[in-house]
C-alpha cells in the first residue's frame, strides 16, 4: 500500500505541474489588463506603464510563469494585486466556508444517496426503484446552480423565516447559525451529485446481488440482512467509492457558483472576485489550490480501495516483493 501511495504522488508532481502550465497561460490569454485595473480609471499611459512594471507584466510569459513557479517551489504564492496581502493569507481566511459548506455537501450526498441507491436496487421496477430513477435522472440534469436559485426563491418568497438564504455565520461565533447559513446552499450543491451517487449504487448493487456467491449465502440460510448490507454492499462500494472521490473534488469547484449565489465568502467566490479584477496571483493560488486537494483526493481513494477490499492490499504487497 506504501508503494502505491509513493506512486501515486510521484505521478501528480507532473500532472500539477502541466495543471500549472495551462492554468498560467490561459488566465493571461483572458481580456482584461491588470495594470490599467491597478493603475485605477482615467489614468495616464505614464502610470499604466509604471503600473506594468510593478506587477512584472512587461516580462514575457515564460518569464512571468518561471518567476510565479520558482516562488511556489518556495511556499510563496505572492501577493495580491488589489489588496497587497498574502494569497495564502486570503485562501487560509476564505477556506473554512467552504470546507464546511463541502463536507455538509458530502454527508447528504453520501448519506442520502447511498441508501437511496441500495433500497432502489432491492425494490428493483417496482414503484419506489421508479420514483427514484427519475428523481436521481432530474437531480442530474439540473445544474446547481439551479436548484440553488428555486431554494433562493422558495425560502426568500413563498416560504419566509424559515432557513436563510443568504449570508454566512463563523462556526466559532454561532454552530447553529452557522448549519443553518449552509443547509440550503449545500442542499443545492449535493443534490446533482446525491443522483449520480444513487444511480450508481443502484447499478453496482443489481450487478453484485446477481452475483453465484450471494446466491451461495442465501442457500446456506445466512440472514438476508447480513448478505446484503455486509456482503453485497461492502463489494458494490468499489465504484462508488471511485465516484465520491471525484465528486468530492468537483464540489470545491461547484462551490464557485453556489458561493455567489448564496453570498457565502469562500474559496469559490474569492476565486470570482479575483478573476473579475484580473487578481492573477489570487487566481492562479486558489485555482492550483483546488488541484492539489483533488489529486490528494484521489490519492486517498486508493487507500480506501485496500480498507474496503483486502484483496487489493495483498496484490499490492505482492507486488513491493
Known sequence: MSRLIVFRTLFAVPVLFLISVISFGMLRAAPGDPAVLQAGAGASPEAIEAARKQLRLDDSLVEQYFAWFAAVVRGDLGNSYTSGLPVTELIGARLPATVQLSLFALVLIIGIGVPLGVTSALHRNRPYDQ???????????????????????????????????????????????????????????????MGLVARLTRSSMLEVLGQEYISSARALGIAERTVIWKDALRNALMPVVTIVGVVTGFLLGGSVVVESVFGIPGLGRLLVESFATRDYPVTIGVMMFIAITFVVINIVVDVLYGVINPRIRLSTRRGAR
Open 131 to 193: 420514483l427514484v430513477r427519475v428523481v436521481s435522472l432530474i437531480g442530474i440534469s439540473v445544474p446547481n446552480f439551479v436548484i440553488g436559485i428555486l431554494l433562493i426563491l422558495i425560502f426568500g418568497w413563498w416560504v419566509t423565516g424559515v432557513l436563510p438564504f443568504q449570508g454566512y455565520v463563523p462556526l466559532h461565533e454561532n454552530a447553529w447559525e452557522n448549519v443553518r447559513h449552509l443547509i440550503l446552499p449545500a442542499t443545492a450543491l449535493a443534490i446533482p451529485e
